[in-house]
C-alpha cells in the first residue's frame, strides 16, 4: 500500500486520552454491540444506588442486628455448593483471593486511565512500573495480562503488534497511526488525518476492512545527533 506522511501537522492525537471520545471515531459499541456494559461500576454512578436520595445509611446501618449477620456470613462461606465447593469446606479464603485480585485490577485501571496522555506499553513495561511505583504487595504477572486481556476485550485498550512481532498497547482507542522507534522501541501517535492511504487490497472473501491503522518505523539518522 502506498502511503503518504503531510509533514506539515503537528502529529498531536485531538482526543482526550485515555477516555473515550466521540469526534466522529467509532466507538466501542459500534463495533461490538453485544459487549459487557461497565459503567455499573463506576465510583458514586447514580445507578449504584438502589434507594431513593432521602435514604439515610447511617440511620438504617443503626438498624441493623450485626450479630445476625456474623451468623448469616458464617453460614454462607460454610454452605458449599456442589457447583463450587468451598475449599476445606470454607469459602473464606476464595473471598480474600478475589478481594486481592480486585485490588489488583483497580491499581492498574488507575495507573493506565488517570492521566491526560496517551500511554503506550506493553505489559512487561507495566509490570516493572507498578512493582516500582507501588509500595504494597506487588501484583502477579499473570493478574496484568488477565486485566490487560479484559479491558482489551472490553474496548478501553487495543493491541498493537509491532515489526518484531512484540505486542504493545495503547490507552488511545480512537482510529490513528504510529511511529515506532525501532532503537528506543516507543511508540508515537499521528494524528489519523496526517496519513493518506492511497489504495488497499479487497478483503478476503466474508471479511470486510474494519480500520487501516500505519505503524511508521523510524531508525536514528547518522551524522545527526
Same mark, same amino acid.
Given at each position: 500500500?502506498?502511503?503518504?506522511?503531510?509533514?506539515?501537522?503537528?502529529?498531536?492525537?485531538?482526543?482526550?486520552?485515555?477516555? !473515550?471520545?466521540?469526534?466522529?471515531?467509532? #466507538?466501542? +459499541?459500534?463495533?461490538?454491540?453485544?459487549?459487557?456494559?461497565?459503567? =455499573? /461500576?463506576?465510583?458514586?454512578?447514580?445507578?449504584?444506588?438502589? !434507594?431513593?436520595?432521602?435514604?439515610?445509611?447511617?440511620?438504617?446501618?443503626?438498624?441493623? $442486628?450485626?450479630?445476625? =449477620?456474623?451468623?448469616?456470613?458464617?453460614?454462607? !462461606? #460454610?454452605?458449599?455448593?456442589?457447583?463450587?465447593?468451598?475449599? /476445606?469446606?470454607?469459602?473464606?479464603?476464595?473471598? =480474600?483471593? !478475589?478481594?486481592?485480585?480486585?485490588?489488583?485490577?483497580?491499581?492498574?485501571?488507575?495507573? /493506565?486511565?488517570?492521566?491526560?496522555? #496517551?500511554?503506550?506499553?506493553?505489559? +512487561?513495561? /507495566?509490570?516493572?512500573?507498578?512493582?516500582?511505583? $507501588?509500595?504494597?504487595?506487588?501484583?502477579?504477572?499473570?493478574?496484568?495480562?488477565?486485566?490487560?486481556?479484559?479491558?482489551?476485550?472490553?474496548?478501553?485498550?487495543?493491541?498493537?503488534? #509491532?515489526?518484531?512481532?512484540?505486542?504493545?498497547? $495503547?490507552?488511545?482507542?480512537?482510529?490513528?497511526?504510529?511511529?515506532?522507534?525501532?532503537?528506543?522501541?516507543?511508540?508515537? $501517535?499521528?494524528?489519523?488525518?496526517?496519513? +493518506?492511504?492511497?489504495?488497499?487490497?479487497?478483503?478476503?472473501?466474508?471479511?470486510?476492512?474494519?480500520?487501516?491503522?500505519? =505503524?511508521?518505523?523510524?531508525?536514528?539518522?547518522?551524522?545527526?545527533?
Amino acid at each position: 500500500m502506498s502511503v503518504e506522511f503531510k509533514k506539515n501537522g503537528s502529529g498531536k492525537c485531538p482526543v482526550a486520552h485515555g477516555a !473515550m471520545s466521540k469526534n466522529n471515531q467509532s #466507538t466501542t +459499541e459500534e463495533w461490538w454491540p453485544k459487549n459487557l456494559k461497565l459503567d =455499573i /461500576l463506576h465510583q458514586h454512578d447514580t445507578k449504584t444506588n438502589p !434507594m431513593d436520595s432521602g435514604f439515610n445509611y447511617k440511620e438504617e446501618v443503626k438498624k441493623l $442486628d450485626f450479630k445476625e =449477620i456474623k451468623k448469616d456470613l458464617l453460614n454462607l !462461606m #460454610t454452605d458449599s455448593q456442589e457447583w463450587w465447593p468451598a475449599d /476445606l469446606g470454607h469459602y473464606g479464603g476464595l473471598f =480474600i483471593r !478475589m478481594a486481592w485480585h480486585s485490588a489488583g485490577t483497580y491499581r492498574i485501571a488507575e495507573f /493506565l486511565f488517570k492521566r491526560e496522555k #496517551t500511554f503506550h506499553f506493553t505489559v +512487561e513495561k /507495566l509490570n516493572k512500573i507498578i512493582s516500582k511505583k $507501588d509500595n504494597v504487595e506487588k501484583i502477579s504477572l499473570a493478574t496484568i495480562y488477565n486485566t490487560i486481556d479484559a479491558f482489551k476485550k472490553a474496548g478501553y485498550v487495543k493491541e498493537i503488534l #509491532t515489526n518484531n512481532n512484540t505486542s504493545y498497547f $495503547d490507552t488511545n482507542v480512537s482510529s490513528h497511526h504510529h511511529f515506532y522507534d525501532d532503537e528506543t522501541n516507543e511508540l508515537t $501517535d499521528i494524528n489519523y488525518n496526517e496519513i +493518506e492511504v492511497a489504495k488497499v487490497p479487497h478483503a478476503p472473501k466474508g471479511k470486510k476492512i474494519k480500520d487501516v491503522e500505519v =505503524i511508521i518505523s523510524l531508525k536514528k539518522h547518522r551524522g545527526h545527533s
